[in-house]
């Protein structure tokens, strides 16, 4: 696996790759990569391309109070495990590459990105937006690899691919889950002994409220809650909403239950599809 990180470089080694015809895959991430990153890129392999992954740690997509400074980076063990798992090329430029002097344009994006996270995280998903674009013009992929476990990022990306015309497939991939349940994140390193442990109790809300859905319950969302509570966190939202628009559910089309909540420091979010 090749690592570059300036432009030249990068667009000499994407033309390399394209050269046998197979298609170009690509693989964003911030780093601190786990099973989950690494079944985008396994994901990619399996469509026959040619993967490449980047790592950047956007700034933009942080607020004022968010993890920026203490996000964790471990570039060298993170070029280890694509190498590893069949990458063929890693990304990886610096800030100011990214946002050079003068950078002054930005994805602003609405809709889809108000709610939830985004009424959480104001700015957020203009600076992930933004970053996408840049990766997407940068590396010129075929196609693109987002976990579902940012369902509400994934929803983002999809419109505004649709909405810019961008010639990229948006492929979402399933969540990894340890074996607890609890959605592999990078995040999830920041939790305590006694916070990993009782932070199984938000796979275990998404499923007992799940059921409850489907089974006509009213109170489905608010036993979601109560069981948040019960188990220290500090719930920002749980939420069923329509698959593909966020919004609210429309009758015969695919829904969600999305939820974030708090635990200590730590803000997590999960999801699971809810099929009628
Ligand atoms: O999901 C992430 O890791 C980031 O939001 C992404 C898509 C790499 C953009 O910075």
């Known amino acids: 696996m ?14 390399g790759l394209r050269d046998g015809g197979a298609p ?9 990569l786990h099973a989950g990153h690494l079944a985008l890129v396994a994901a990619a392999l399996e469509r026959g391309a ?15 109070d968010e993890d920026l400074a203490r996000y964790p980076r471990r570039p060298a063990e993170d070029a280890a495990l694509l190498a590893d798992h069949g990458c063929d090329l890693l990304w990886m430029p610096d800030a100011e590459t990214m946002y050079p002097a003068g950078f002054a344009t930005g994805i602003s994006m609405h809709g889809v990105s108000e709610g939830l996270d985004g ?13 996408v674009a840049k990766l997407f013009n940068q ?12 369902f509400q990022q994934l929803a983002v990306i999809r419109r505004m691919a649709a909405d810019l015309d961008l010639a990229v497939e948006i492929v979402g ?6 074996a607890d349940g609890l959605a592999l994140s990078s995040r999830n390193a920041y939790l305590s002994t006694d916070e990993r442990a009782r932070a199984v109790a938000l796979p275990r809300a998404l ?3 799940r059921r409850a ?21 500090a719930t920002d939202y749980v939420a069923l909403v329509d698959a593909a628009s966020l919004a609210e559910p429309i009758p015969g089309r695919p829904r969600r239950l999305l939820a974030a909540a708090r635990i200590g420091t730590t803000r997590l979010i999960d999801n699971i599809a809810i099929e009628d």
Do not use: C, W, Y
């Open 213 to 233: 859905i489907l089974a006509g319950r009213a109170d489905a969302l608010d036993m979601a809650r109560a069981t948040l509570a019960a188990a220290g966190f």
């Open 50 to 64: 040619r993967v490449v992954a980047s790592i950047f740690v956007n700034p933009a997509q942080f607020g004022p």
């Open 24 to 32: 170009v895959a690509l693989v964003p991430t911030m780093g601190a």
């Open 2 to 15: 090749q690592t570059v990180r300036v432009m030249g470089a990068l667009r000499n080694a994407v033309a």
């Open 173 to 178: 991939v399933a969540i990894r889950r340890d």
């Open 139 to 150: 590396v010129r992929p075929d196609l693109a690899m987002f976990g579902e476990k940012d």
């Open 119 to 131: 009424a959480a995280r104001p700015g957020h998903f203009d600076g992930v937006a933004t970053v």
């Open 207 to 209: 499923e007992a409220a």
